[in-house]
């Protein structure tokens, strides 16, 4: 199975969540379970000969890919979530989205200095999230080695707040 075969499994969802936003709907890749299986390989094969100690996964669709890859890889997996969901101490960090500001929290001994730790999300859009997690983690000392992303919106050019990151993507869309 192939870059285009995953596509065809990614539902297109016009004017959702507001007219003139074509979404793209995962849960049908996830219900096929090779297309999932696929997926999961190839983000193993990009980085199963990388030095990787922990997956984050970002709440909530980094909850799906990240223990996979984790699980695949042999390391372990930590939850970011948005704030007032775990129950121990947190660091956070907040972030400025086009109309305000988010913020995501992880356990503050989630990371130990030094480690590394890979990020895994399904989608690289604007690319705050996924910038914003790396400013969390290595705020424990952690070394962020990468970002990983079922899909790129390469459009809103994600790419540019992780410019010091190797950032993989397994599918594009330029629309």
Not at 8 to 30: A, H, M, N, V
Not at 91 to 119: F, P, S
Request: aromatic share 10%.
């Amino acid at each position: 199975m192939n870059s285009n075969d995953l596509k065809k499994l990614i539902r297109e969802i016009p004017d959702w969540p507001k007219p003139g936003i074509l979404f793209y709907d995962i849960t049908t890749l996830l219900k096929d379970a090779q297309g999932f299986r696929t997926l999961i390989d190839q983000f193993y094969d990009h980085y199963h000969t990388r030095p990787v100690d922990t997956v984050i996964g970002i709440e909530a669709r980094g909850f799906i890919f990240g223990p996979a890859l984790a699980y695949r890889l042999g390391v372990g997996f930590v939850p970011v979530r948005k704030p007032g969901k775990l129950p121990a101490q947190t660091a956070k960090e907040t972030y400025q989205l086009e109309y305000g500001t988010d913020a995501l929290e992880i356990h503050q001994d989630a990371i130990q200095k030094g480690q590394r730790v890979l990020i895994c999300d399904d989608l690289l859009a604007t690319g705050g999230t996924a910038a914003a997690t790396a400013r969390l983690l290595r705020k424990l000392g952690g070394d962020v080695i990468g970002c990983a992303f079922a899909v790129e919106l390469t459009f809103l050019n994600g790419r540019e707040k992780l410019k010091d990151l190797d950032v993989f993507s397994l599918l594009q869309y330029d629309k």
